[in-house]
């Protein structure tokens, strides 16, 4: 009996030092930002989506306006601030933001890049660590859009 309790103490010790060591892993800043004018294309993991690129598996469609593009720059950063999103770096057209998840405090890199000839502003949302996020990138744009067009 005592080698069951200790096996399973163990075991959850073991699972806590991992959580732990994916959360002090993802405080690190990946490269992002704008490459040949173009959000980065998703990787092969699980735990991004990316409107850029229709031909990947990780493709979602970008947000649509009809209003002024500053009008919906200026909403968008609104929505950001509602849904809980920091912001690390505002260029013209650009936004990157960071949200974290309030158990084990990984940290998901947003980014939206503002295109006016087609008014559409895409994004690209993924998690800094692990393969799979369960979809929970693909809710959090679907939440921002929503709201958006709300």
Not at 54 to 59: I, W
Not at 72 to 77: H, N, R, S
Request: charge should be positive; glycine fraction near 4%.
């Amino acid at each position: 009996m005592k080698f069951f309790i200790y096996s399973i103490i163990s075991l959850v010790v073991v699972i806590g030092i991992v959580l732990i060591a994916f959360s002090v892993t993802s405080r690190k800043q990946p490269e992002l930002g704008l490459h040949k004018e173009q959000l980065l294309p998703c990787s092969s993991a699980k735990n991004c989506v990316c409107s850029e690129y229709r031909d990947q598996s990780a493709y979602i469609e970008p947000l649509l306006y009809t209003t002024t593009t500053e009008q919906a720059w200026e909403k968008l950063k609104r929505v950001i601030t509602e849904t809980g999103g920091s912001v690390i770096t505002k260029e013209a057209g650009y936004l990157r933001l960071a949200y974290e998840t309030p158990l084990l405090r990984y940290i998901d890199d947003v980014e939206f890049r503002l295109d006016n000839t087609t008014q559409h502003i895409h994004v690209r949302s993924a998690s800094r660590v692990g393969q799979s996020d369960m979809g929970a990138n693909r809710k959090r744009v679907e939440k921002i859009k929503a709201r958006f067009n709300n």
